[in-house]
C-alpha cells in the first residue's frame, strides 16, 4: 500500500514539461486498478436499486469484464402521457477512457451522482420522467487503463476502430468496439430509444471536437451544425473561453479516421463529442462536469425535433 502511495506521489511530481507538449498525451491523473472500479460499480445497484443497473457486455483480449452502467427510472415513475406522445425516448452515452491512458478521475464518478442526484434534480429528472435513460461505459478500454496505454492489449487504438461509412473506412476489428456496437444497438432497440447525445471523454487538450474528423470530409448540414456550436456554446460556458470547440482537424491540426463520435452522428443522427480534458486537473472539475450535464440535457429535450433519424 505505502509502495502504491509512493508511485503516487511520484508520479504526481512529475514536472509537466515531462510530457509531449500539443500531443495527445497521458492525462497526468492515475485510478484504482481496474478491478476494484468493477468492484465499486457492482455496489452501485445496491445504493440505489430503483434508478440504477450494471450489465457486463463483452470481455476484453485480456480477460477483464467490459461494463456498462444503466441510469433511468423505474417503470412506474416515467410519465406515460409523455412517453406514449412520443415514437421513442431518448438515451444518451457516456464512455471514457477509450484511450487507456487517459483516464480524468470523471468518468468514473459520473454514474453514481446520476443516481443519487442527478436523478432528483430539477433539470435532469423530466429527461428520467419522459423516459430517457443515461448508459455510462466509464473505462472503455480495461486493457489499455490498467496498464496505462493508449491501446488495448492488441495494440490496436480503439478511437481509430469505428466504421464510418461516409469516410469509406472499415473498423470494429477490435472486442471492445464491437461489443459496445452490439450492447448499444440492443438496448436502443429493446428500449425504444433513440440516442440524443454521445460524449466519449478523452485528455488532454481543453476542448469538445465535433464531427467530422476526418480529411476532406463534407461540411454537416446547417442546422447541425447550428446545433452542434450551440451545445459548444453551453460548454464553454461552463469551462471558460479558452476551452475550445470544433472539429478535430480545426482544433487539433490533424484528422483522424474512424472516431467513435463520427460513427455515432453518422448511426444515430446524435450530438456527439470527444471531450478532451486537461492534463492533471480535470478531476477537479467535477462540478463543472455536473452542470454542463445538467445545461446538456435540458438543451438537448428542447432541441430533440431538429435531430434527424
Ligand atoms: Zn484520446
Known amino acids: 500500500m505505502s509502495f502504491l502511495k509512493l508511485l503516487i506521489a511520484v508520479s504526481f511530481s512529475l514536472p509537466a514539461f515531462s510530457r509531449t507538449l500539443g500531443a495527445e498525451s497521458d492525462s497526468g491523473t492515475k485510478g484504482p486498478a481496474y478491478s476494484e472500479l468493477v468492484k465499486y460499480f457492482a455496489t452501485l445497484p445496491q445504493k440505489y436499486p430503483e434508478f440504477i443497473q450494471v450489465s457486463q457486455y463483452g470481455k476484453t483480449p485480456g480477460g477483464r469484464p467490459l461494463v456498462v452502467l444503466k441510469v433511468s427510472y423505474p417503470k412506474r415513475f416515467v410519465n406515460p402521457r409523455v412517453v406514449s406522445s412520443r415514437a421513442q425516448t431518448l438515451a444518451i452515452l457516456i464512455t471514457g477512457t477509450t484511450h487507456g491512458d487517459e483516464y480524468l478521475g470523471i468518468e468514473d464518478r459520473l454514474p453514481e451522482w446520476f443516481a443519487k442526484e442527478g436523478v432528483k434534480d430539477p433539470a435532469i429528472a423530466p429527461y428520467f420522467q419522459a423516459g430517457g435513460a443515461i448508459y455510462l ?12 496505454r493508449r491501446e488495448n492489449s492488441r495494440g490496436k487504438d480503439l478511437n481509430r476502430d469505428f466504421s464510418i461509412r461516409q ?50 470530409a463534407p461540411e454537416l448540414p446547417g442546422d447541425y451544425l447550428a446545433l452542434y ?22 482544433v487539433l491540426g490533424y484528422s483522424a479516421i474512424g472516431t467513435s463520435k463520427d460513427y455515432y452522428y453518422e448511426n444515430y443522427g446524435s450530438m456527439s463529442f470527444t471531450f478532451e480534458g486537461e492534463y492533471g486537473i480535470e478531476k477537479n472539475k467535477f462540478a463543472q462536469h455536473i452542470q454542463m450535464w445538467k445545461n446538456l440535457i435540458q438543451y438537448g429535450q428542447l432541441t430533440r425535433g431538429i435531430l434527424r433519424r
Open 229 to 250: 456550436k450551440a451545445y459548444g456554446k453551453i460548454m464553454q460556458n461552463n469551462f471558460g473561453a479558452d476551452f475550445r470547440v470544433g472539429k478535430t482537424p480545426d
Open 137 to 148: 461505459i466509464p473505462i472503455f478500454n480495461p486493457d489499455g487503463y490498467d496498464t496505462r
Open 167 to 216: 469516410a469509406k473506412f472499415e473498423g470494429f476489428t477490435e472486442v471492445e468496439t464491437q461489443a459496445a456496437r452490439d450492447m448499444l444497438i440492443n438496448q436502443l432497440q429493446v428500449n425504444q430509444q433513440r440516442l440524443l447525445i454521445s460524449m466519449d471523454y478523452h485528455c488532454c487538450i481543453g476542448a469538445a471536437l465535433y464531427p467530422w474528423s476526418f480529411a476532406k
